[in-house]
């Protein structure tokens, strides 16, 4: 088969399959569900039990910099705090995309000096990164990805926040009207 003709083939295939919808059928000589065609268009996925691996106050979902930021507050105000990472690193489209300018960190006063304007968790994010030779230029710098992603995993690991890498969050527990906890795939 050719390559264009298998290419192809498999888009048809993955533009098709969202079409066609199963319900969830107990397998009688196993035992075991099995998918099979409903008229609803509903998948039901089976029950499972699912380990409790921790317990937190505070679940962030996502560790790019506002992520990383949210954790590290929670975690310093003294909350149980995890942070759930899809990928590999911290700092989301700002290490991992290479979106790498600091913007606004300086603005131009009235006298016609610059003055600093970037304060808070940003501003100690961008004092390590200066303090360490790792920012290309002062004012509205930009930084090298892998410092940058250097210094948040340091930060999030200085404030006590647990970082779960490659997971998805993927549902909630909750407790009347409040978020109790959540589980993690």
Known sequence: MKRRKFLSNVIMMGGAFPLISFDLKKNSSSGQ?????????????????????????VIVVGGGPAGVAASIAAARGGAETYLIE???HLGGLWTGGLVLPLLSTH????????I???YGLAGEMWER???????????????????????????????GVHVLYHSLAAGAIMDGNAIKGAYIE
């Open 107 to 114: 603005s131009m006063a009235k006298s016609g000096k610059r």
């Open 33 to 57: 569900s099995q998918l099979v065609l409903d008229d609803n268009d509903f998948v039901t996925e089976p029950a499972k039990r699912i380990k409790v691996i921790a317990k937190a106050d």
């Open 129 to 159: 990164m200066h303090d360490m030779k790792l920012v290309i230029n002062d004012v509205n710098p930009t930084i090298d990805p892998e410092a940058g992603k250097y210094v948040l995993e340091q930060m999030v690991s200085d404030a």
């Open 116 to 118: 600093r304007v970037i």
């Open 86 to 88: 899809r990928y590999n």
